[in-house]
């Protein structure tokens, strides 16, 4: 895939904390990513729930309340 033109404006809302990832910035591809792995992205998380790296659609319905 090409270089993505939102990927500067991405980044400025984008609260992954795992440094070696390759897609952040790159919504689409990050989405991608994390369905196939039956999880969501860290932007559906706050700060201090995306850091326990739980990503899991469990772990975001239990957070609000679902």
Not at 11 to 19: A, D, P, R, V
Not at 34 to 59: G, I, V
């Given at each position: 895939?090409g270089e993505?033109?939102?990927?500067?404006?991405?980044?400025?809302?984008?609260?992954?904390?795992?440094?070696?990832?390759?897609?952040?910035?790159?919504?689409?591809?990050?989405?991608?990513?994390?369905?196939?792995?039956?999880?969501?992205?860290?932007?559906?998380?706050?700060?201090?729930?995306?850091?326990?790296?739980?990503?899991?659609?469990?772990?975001?319905?239990?957070?609000?309340?679902?």
């Open positions: 895939m993505c033109p939102n990927k500067e404006i991405n980044l400025k809302n984008c609260n992954c904390t795992y440094e070696p990832c390759s897609r952040k910035g790159i919504c689409c591809e990050c989405i991608a990513y994390h369905r196939k792995s039956n999880e969501l992205p860290a932007c559906f998380f706050s700060t201090a729930q995306e850091k326990t790296f739980d990503r899991s659609f469990s772990n975001f319905a239990r957070i609000h309340g679902k």
